[in-house]
């Protein structure tokens, strides 16, 4: 495996499920990021991780709970979620203390919540 | 807070130069960025501008930039239909990795 990669590509979960959605990065970063895509909206920063320690959450509602174990891997742990939350979700790395930050993003997990 | 603002759509013939737009409201932006991004794919850094510059040219790419005004501009010459696609402009306030916001993104139709 090569670059950014995400899964599952696709997911339906009803409003009571509990799901998980996983990235994982193959190009030694240090940085890593969930966003949120959703139509004719900005793409939307939700955390950061730097080193495996969270240094951002763009208030983020807590149905959303992030989890790094390691600077390779990031999930996006999802529970009793709302059919606003329906999007793509993008995960991307970077190298954290290159100025120009040029981020790595995977192909994303399209997500609808029913 | 940062905000960058971009039109959703353009449509352009096969051949034409194709003009992205965009504008951005952090007059201390670092590096400004566009991002592609193809069907069912990421997004993928296109190009990036410093902002002691005023232009940056590469093969079919031209990105212009007006810090007095804050806006920001991607051309691309000689248009094809591989170039169809959602194009993202960013900014990055600091430099470094935390902060780069990003706009709503317009989505280039290139006609046959």
């Known amino acids: 495996e090569t670059g950014v990669t995400q899964t599952p590509r696709h997911l339906v979960m009803g409003m009571t499920n509990k799901k998980s959605l996983k990235c994982e990065q193959h190009?030694?970063?240090?940085?890593m990021y969930w966003y949120k895509q959703s139509a004719k909206k900005p793409l939307e920063l939700m955390f950061v991780?730097?080193?495996?320690?969270?240094?951002e959450n763009n208030s983020v509602p807590s149905r959303f709970s992030p989890e790094c174990p390691n600077s390779s891997h990031l999930f996006l742990h999802l529970h009793t979620l709302q059919p606003e939350d329906s999007a793509l979700y993008l995960c991307a790395s970077s190298q954290a203390g290159l100025a120009m930050n040029e981020q790595y993003f995977g192909p994303g997990t399209r997500l609808t919540v029913t | 807070g940062e905000d960058v603002e971009q039109s959703l759509f353009l449509s352009v013939r096969e051949g034409d130069s194709s003009v992205i737009n965009c504008t951005y409201t952090d007059s201390s932006s670092t590096y400004l960025y566009w991002y592609k991004q193809e069907p069912g794919a990421g997004l993928q850094l296109l190009t990036y501008?410093?902002?002691?510059?005023d232009m940056k040219q590469d093969q079919r790419l031209t990105v212009l930039l007006n810090k007095k005004d804050k806006h920001l501009s991607l051309r691309i010459a000689d248009t094809q239909t591989g170039d169809s696609a959602i194009y993202f402009c960013?900014?990055?306030?600091?430099?470094?990795?935390?902060?780069?916001?990003f706009g709503t993104g317009t989505k280039l139709q290139v006609i046959p």
């Open positions: 501008i410093f902002s002691n510059m």
């Open positions: 991780y730097n080193f495996k320690e969270q240094t």
């Open positions: 190009l030694g970063h240090n940085a």
């Open positions: 960013a900014e990055n306030p600091t430099g470094g990795y935390q902060k780069v916001t």
